[in-house]
């Protein structure tokens, strides 16, 4: 599944879907994702400032990269304080709302990756 910093296959064997991945990244109850990283995201206050923006991330990562990252960031980073969204086992200090589950499914993870991979950096004109 894991070949070097990457996740080739898609989790669910299709594309997922950018609005949906978008409102999870937005959602501070479900991806969390805001706390640590700011983005394009002008309707949303207070941006966290730990990691880095998501603006640009389809065009520093590619695909297989991101989900990676997005599974379990430690196995790139082995200092991340990202969570890892899609793995439940050998973790530590679990919330009981996230114990024997991921924090997001893998049609989840599949609609956040299709919606950071359109996250584009702008080229000068």
């Not at 997005?70 to 082995?78: A, Q």
């Not at 956040?112 to 702008?122: D, I, N, Y």
Request: net charge neutral; charged share 25%.
């Amino acid at each position: 599944m894991v070949a070097s910093d990457a996740v080739v296959q898609s989790l669910t064997g299709s594309a997922g879907d950018p609005a949906r991945g978008r409102a999870i990244v937005a959602d501070r109850q479900k991806g969390f994702c805001l706390l640590c990283h700011s983005g394009p995201f002008p309707e949303e206050p207070l941006q966290g400032n730990l990691a880095p923006s998501l603006a640009g991330a389809g065009s520093r990562w590619n695909e297989g990269q991101l989900r990676l990252r997005l599974m379990d960031n430690k196995r790139v980073n082995p200092e991340s304080i990202m969570p890892a969204y899609h793995r439940i086992e050998g973790l530590n200090r679990v919330g009981a709302n996230w114990r024997d589950r991921p924090i997001l499914s893998a049609a989840e993870i599949e609609d956040v990756l299709a919606f950071l991979m359109g996250l584009k950096a702008e080229r000068a004109p």
